[in-house]
T-cell receptor
């Protein structure tokens, strides 16, 4: 158990819809990272928050947004969903924003778009 | 851009050693990581190495780093059927201040034959 909790484990929805994925980091961790894992693209970094502030953006679509709340949990919002958004979405956390602080991953949310 | 390459498949017999190889292109990489993903599960951090080290050993795991050739390997001694999984190599480097998102390889699927 990594200590990172993601909910829900599975989401099934239709094209055009909007969903929210939730992540609770390990106790004491201030940084939260979101990654997308798909068969064709592999694991891709989406966005990072540190102590409530956006720190870096990766390959995140404009239809996607995220935030980190004062209690440090984070949510990833995906809107106007397309078939290609079907993927496994991971959240990871680390203790700070420095290098050499390993990221610990949750079990992911599997999103299926019908 | 940054790139991490791994062979896709490796098959070994139970009790033998497994060696999973990885190459990366970013010369500013500071830390290199190995993660394990079992079917339906999240990413489990196995080990990581700082770029100024040549080797790190942790029980059955040995990581070797050739920084000149940008080559990383993970050796698993006495491989067991429970080691069957996908192994991901990842690197981090300072993309911008305070951000150390990971760039992953596509993963090597290790199959252990009883």
């Amino acid at each position: 158990d990594s200590g990172v909790t993601q909910t829900p484990k599975h989401l099934i929805t239709a094209t055009g819809q909007r969903v929210t994925l939730r992540c609770s980091p390990r106790s004491g961790d201030l940084s939260v990272y979101w990654y997308q894992q798909s068969l064709d693209q592999g694991l891709q970094f989406l966005i990072q928050y540190y102590n409530g502030e956006e720190r870096a953006k990766g390959n995140i679509l404009e239809r996607f947004s995220a935030q980190q709340f004062p209690d440090l949990h984070s949510e990833l919002n995906l809107s106007s969903l397309e078939l290609g958004d079907s993927a496994l979405y991971f959240c990871a956390s680390s203790s700070g924003q420095g290098d050499g602080q390993p990221q610990h991953f949750g079990d992911g949310t599997r999103l299926s778009i019908l | 851009g940054e790139d991490v390459e791994q062979s896709l498949f490796l098959s070994v017999r139970e009790g033998d050693s497994s060696v999973i190889n990885c190459t990366y292109t970013d010369s500013s990489s500071t830390y290199l990581y190995w993660y394990k993903q079992e079917p339906g599960a999240g990413l489990q951090l196995l080990t990581y190495i700082f770029s100024n080290m040549d080797m790190k050993q942790d029980q059955r795991l040995t990581v070797l780093l050739n920084k000149k050739d940008k080559h990383l390997s993970l050796r698993i001694a006495d491989t067991q059927t429970g080691d069957s999984a996908i192994y991901f190599c990842a690197e981090s480097s300072p993309r911008r201040a305070g951000s150390y998102q990971l760039t992953f390889g596509k993963g090597t699927k290790l199959s252990v034959i009883p």
